[in-house]
T-cell receptor, first 109, second 113 residues
Framework: GQNIDQPTEMTATEGAIVQINCTYQ??????LFWYQQHAGEAPTFLSYNVLDGLEEKGRFSSFLSRSKGYSYLLLKELQMKDSASYLCAPMDSNYQLIWGAGTKLIIKP | EADIYQTPRYLVIGTGKKITLECSQT?????MYWYQQDPGMELHLIHY???????EKGDLSSESTVSRIRTEHFPLTLESARPSHTSQYLC????????????FGDGTRLSIL
């Protein structure tokens, strides 16, 4: 079967750094997306990785290891507005995104 | 910024009614999707389309239908609403290349009494 494993919830302090891990098992692999979703709102795109390595985009970076079925999202200089759920979504051999429940990130002052 | 619009934003309606949720996008995207999501839970794919006159079922499709007569329009119809349909419905679109992300509308929050 296909599945995604992310921590259900994480807490971090404003100004700090947090790493959200994601392990996945899919039938085939065609890249992995990270989305941010604030409570009651729609997901918004953060990053896409298809090759191994680190992709940096401002305060957010995303890492992929295809051989390990592993990705992480790194958030630096945390702000209160970063409180949201973060969804790891790999794309399978049929180019369909596999969605998990995501990680709820709570930022404290 | 993708422009994708869903109407209505909120709908409260009685059991047994026929409901159509509207979704339109102005980006010319070939791919469109309908998802259902309950609070704190994962997105479930209901239907998707890769172009005009092309529709496919997702894993939650049995009680709904879609049509894709025009590129920009992808309505979802529930033939007979039930309380179990109470949820948030999200429409998304994406350009043709596989690396392109899905862009989501603001959603329709549906309550069936």
């Amino acid at each position: 079967g296909q599945n995604i494993d992310q921590p259900t919830e994480m807490t971090a302090t404003e100004g700090a750094i947090v790493q959200i891990n994601c392990t996945y098992q899919t039938s085939g692999f065609n890249g992995l997306f990270w989305y941010q979703q604030h409570a009651g709102e729609a997901p918004t795109f953060l990053s896409y990785n298809v090759l191994d390595g680190l992709e940096e985009k401002g305060r957010f970076s995303s890492f992929l290891s295809r051989s390990k079925g592993y990705s992480y999202l790194l958030l630096k200089e945390l702000q209160m507005k970063d409180s949201a759920s973060y969804l790891c979504a790999p794309m399978d051999s049929n180019y369909q995104l596999i969605w998990g429940a995501g990680t709820k990130l709570i930022i404290k002052p | 910024e993708a422009d994708i619009y869903q109407t209505p934003r909120y709908l409260v309606i009685g059991t047994g009614k026929k409901i159509t949720l509207e979704c339109s996008q102005t980006m010319g995207h070939d791919k469109m999707y309908w998802y259902q999501q309950d609070p704190g839970m994962e997105l479930h794919l209901i239907h998707y389309s890769y172009g005009v006159n092309s529709t496919e079922k997702g894993d939650l499709s049995s009680e709904s239908t879609v049509s894709r007569i025009r590129t920009e329009h992808f309505p979802l119809t529930l033939e007979s609403a039930r309380p179990s349909h109470t949820s948030q419905y999200l429409c998304a679109s994406a350009a043709g290349e596989e690396s392109q992300p899905q862009h989501f509308g603001d959603g329709t929050r549906l309550s069936i009494l």
